[in-house]
């Protein structure tokens, strides 16, 4: 009876893991170390099992990723988020749509496209009928409540504007290639059935996510876009970017508008499992005002810096690997690949270092090195404490599938 008693509870650990709330809590570390055990024991536990597990030690792979029938339960997808983003259900309550025709119209989109299917009201888990390019007209708006959901096809949003999350809520975008986003398209764009409005031009950003919330962006890869491949601006918050494989790139990832928006000081965001590849010079992310947690990311490629900010961002590396470059001097953009992971913007050194950046079981490598600040106190922390950090030397393994997928029917992914 123990027995079965034990492999039931087994079980619904499995089924229904166990994550730290996006809120504050009073010991983020006690709460860190009960996560961690409770990860390490079901990865124990489905070893054991075999057929349950990847074993990849990846929270949110290991959810999902093995059962051979997850074409059948897409949705499950939801319920394996983590960090501050956790609670982004996307279109989890809602009907699947199929994406049939790669066509964009921005102001008139026809049944069967992505824009339309973005636009809608209600909750929608938003799938693709086949391999296909889509290359929008407009910045594609994306209504509350969706899942862009790309495993099983190979899907490319690529070659015009990208993705805009604007006051929205509970998006998830996973398995997405989205690459050579560019700035302008169509000025005017429809944002629900009901509403078109005249648009600024498209920065160019593949994610742009513009006073959002409860938002997760993971296992897309990301590369050669005309401002940042996923910003995150206005009083965004709740986010989790996670998983993802960024290349070719300049400025990778603006978490936050500028120096003088200080309702950005209620950011809250995730980066965990992502892998920051060859071709990326700074930004991975640039910080301001809020609370950011890097988590288990493999840096193997920078050349101006890694992690940057202004306007005192509490910063939280754990368990990250760093990777130096090796040629120090770039001829063509005239200037040193700088070692130092780190990069204070717009301040003096007495009062960056007020600021709370800390690096605790990181991975430094070829010279690679972070210059902590701050008070360096645990509750200095709590906000931007979302999960537990797995030891740096697991990086490699965790990260191993950052990207799009290809995910095969029948099969595990």
Known sequence: MAIKLSLLLLLALLQFPTHISTSPVSDPESVAEEVDRSIRNATDGRRSLGFLSCKTGNPIDDCWRCDPKWHKNRKRLADCAIGFGKQAIGGRDGKYYTVTDP???????????????????????????????????????????????GRGSSVHIAGGPCITIQ???????????????????????????????????????????????????????????????IDAIHGSTAITISNNYMTHHNKVMLLGHNDGFTRDRSMQVTIAFNHFGEGLVQRMPRCR?????????????????????????????????????????????????????????????????????????????????????????????????????????LVASITAGAGSLKCKKGSSC
């Open 103 to 149: 066509g964009d119209h921005p102001v008139k989109p026809k049944p069967g496209t992505l824009r339309y299917a973005a636009i809608q009201n209600e909750p929608l888990w938003i799938v693709f009928a086949r391999d296909m390019v889509i290359k929008l007209k407009a910045e594609l708006m994306m209504n509350s409540f969706k899942t862009i959901d």
């Open 167 to 229: 006051y929205v809520t509970n998006v998830i975008i996973h398995g997405i290639n989205i690459h050579d986003c560019k700035k302008g398209g169509n000025l005017y764009v429809r944002d629900s059935p009901e509403h078109f409005g005249w648009r600024t031009v498209s920065d160019g950003d593949g994610v742009s996510i513009f006073g959002g919330s409860h938002v997760w962006v993971d296992h897309c890869s990301l590369s050669n876009c005309a401002d940042g491949l």
């Open 289 to 393: 005002h809020g609370y950011f947690h890097v988590v288990n990311n493999d840096y193997t490629h920078w050349q101006m810096y890694a992690i940057g900010g202004s306007a005192a961002p509490t910063i939280n590396s754990q368990g990250n690997r760093f990777l130096a470059p090796d040629d120090r001097f770039n001829k063509e953009l005239e200037f040193a690949f700088d070692p130092q992971v780190t990069k204070r913007e717009v301040a003096s050194e007495s009062e960056w270092k007020k600021w709370n950046w800390r690096s605790q079981g990181d991975l430094y490598l070829n010279g690679a090195f972070f210059t902590r600040s701050g008070a360096g106190a645990s509750s200095s922390y709590a906000r931007a404490s979302s999960l537990a950090a797995r030891p740096s030397n």
